[in-house]
């Protein structure tokens, strides 16, 4: 059984920073892509950023480039999202979420693998 679990949300004020972490287990992921994704009230679910296991090699949409820093811990089995210069519309609801390709996809349909979700909120 594979197991995501996302920590490290909360509320912020505008220009400011949160880390979110997301522990994986209960498979291999060695050649796997870990990404996260957020959804914000009555938007659609939507990638964020995504990074492959082996090789750290990473992708961003380009609302967050320069903000945001995807980075993995292999002896931890942990993901990271290191979000700086954040913005009332980063406020959502994020989601780690793992796929079995070891390709990067931004399509929610190509991750089998979701943790629960993580709240984060920008105040103005």
């Known amino acids: 059984q594979v197991q995501l679990v996302e920590s490290g949300g909360g509320l912020v004020q505008a220009g400011g920073s949160l880390r979110l972490s997301c522990a994986a287990s209960?498979?291999?992921?060695?050649?796997?892509?870990v990404g996260w994704f957020r959804q914000a009230p009555g938007k659609e679910r939507e990638f964020v950023a995504g990074?492959?296991?082996?090789?750290?090699?990473?992708y961003y949409t380009d609302s967050v480039k320069g903000r945001f820093t995807i980075s993995r811990d292999s002896a931890k089995s942990t993901i990271y999202l290191q979000m700086n210069s954040l913005k009332p519309e980063d406020t959502a609801v994020y989601y780690c979420?793992?796929?079995?390709?070891?390709?990067?996809?931004?399509?929610?349909?190509?991750?089998?693998?979701w943790g629960q979700g993580t709240q984060v909120t920008v105040s103005f």
């Open positions: 990074i492959t296991w082996r090789t750290g090699t990473t």
């Open positions: 979420a793992a796929s079995i390709l070891p390709i990067i996809y931004t399509s929610r349909s190509r991750y089998n693998y």
């Open positions: 209960g498979r291999t992921f060695s050649r796997d892509v």
